[in-house]
């Protein structure tokens, strides 16, 4: 999401910190009541000083409320379009477990999850771009998918080849569920 969409990851860290800052205005507020009311000697609804600290605290209390309000029904909405992405995540984890897989054949078949990520930051950039989400998440599996195999594919022996594309399509059918087992 964040090579995708960067505007939502950037909103979603402005949220966090945003609600950090939040919860400890709340804080010292809270403080402040705290320490008026320790302070306050008699009757505390004679002392206009405490009057006016704890008017603006509730004030200010409440603004904080509103805001948080806000962050929670922007942060639902980050949230449910980055769950759109985990169809793209879930593929490539089949992905990344078939070429893992690979080590049975041959211990030589090792691929870090370094160079999986970087092939996969070029699938972004590289893959046709659509304005319809699930057609874009379609173009992304598609070349991602069609990238690890033709990366992968240098690497291996001839022999091991066709099995590699049989461990491929297994997982993928599977994932899928159009594999009876």
């Known amino acids: ?60 209390s409440e603004e904080i409320q509103a805001k948080q309000e806000v962050s929670v029904l922007t942060e639902k909405e980050i949230d449910f379009a980055r769950n759109q992405f985990i169809p793209v995540a879930k593929h490539s984890s089949i992905l990344f477990l078939s ?3 690979l080590a049975n054949i041959d211990p030589m078949y090792q691929y870090s999850l370094v160079w999986f990520i970087n092939l996969y930051y070029q699938a972004i950039q590289n893959s046709e ?31 091991d080849k066709l099995t590699f594309s049989f461990v491929l399509c297994v ?10 087992e």
């Open 99 to 101: 070429i893992s897989e």
């Open 129 to 159: 771009k659509s304005d319809d989400l699930e057609e874009r998440l379609e173009f992304l599996n598609s070349y991602f998918t069609y990238s690890i195999y033709r990366n992968v594919c240098r690497s291996l022996f001839e022999k």
């Open 171 to 180: 997982g993928i059918l599977r994932s899928k569920g159009k594999l009876i």
């Open 1 to 60: 999401v964040a090579k995708e969409r960067p505007q939502l990851e950037e909103k979603k860290n402005q949220l966090i910190v945003e609600g950090a800052n939040n919860k400890r205005h709340l804080k010292e507020i809270e403080d402040k009541i705290l320490q008026v009311l320790s302070m306050s000697e008699g009757n505390i609804l004679e002392d206009e000083t405490a009057i006016q600290i704890l008017s603006s605290s509730k004030v200010l």
